[in-house]
């Protein structure tokens, strides 16, 4: 992984589309208890908050209403030190990051998780189709610079574990070169 230096020390993660299954939260929770940085769930702000716009039929969820997230989150996002969990990126100010990490899942493997989660017939299919596609790299890469945009592999808890190595490595390194 590359050692990137940038002034504010925020990361985020994305999973793809419908929030599930690559491991975001399981890596955020685990990074943010070995580093001094703070997990922030944008879907359980949301939820708590209710910051939300409508209701999607089609998905059976709400719509997060974006505007009102930024507005709520832009304070804390301004002091730095935050892992960002969410599952969509385009609508997050560039500002606030210093790195973008997109977990990747085989689909097979993907398959079984979201069924474990009770994903069924659309809803399990668009999901599936959407890591075919790497909709959710190519969002990330169309969204911020290139250089800060990385893919993880998370499809075993080696790979989950290899991945926090990586990461923990980064953000000692940044902090040392940036004075956090
Ligand atoms: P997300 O936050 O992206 O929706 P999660 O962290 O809740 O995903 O993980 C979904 C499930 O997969 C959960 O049961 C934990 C498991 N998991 C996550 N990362 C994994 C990995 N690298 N290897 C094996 N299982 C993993």
Redesign the pocket.
Known sequence: LPVILGRKGWIK?E??EG???????????ELAQKTNLKYVNIGEIAKEQELYEGWDDTYQCPVLDEDRVIDELDDVMKDGGNIV?Y?SCEFFPERWFDIVFV?R?DNT?LYE?LE??GYSGKKLEDNIQCEIFQTILEEARDSYKHEIVHEL????????ED?LEKISTWIQQYSMHSGL
Do not use: Y
């Open positions: 993660f999973g793809r929030t599930p299954g690559t491991g975001k939260s399981t890596l955020a929770c969990d599952h977990l899942t493997i998780r474990n989660r592999m998370s499809n075993t808890p080696e790979e989950l991945n």
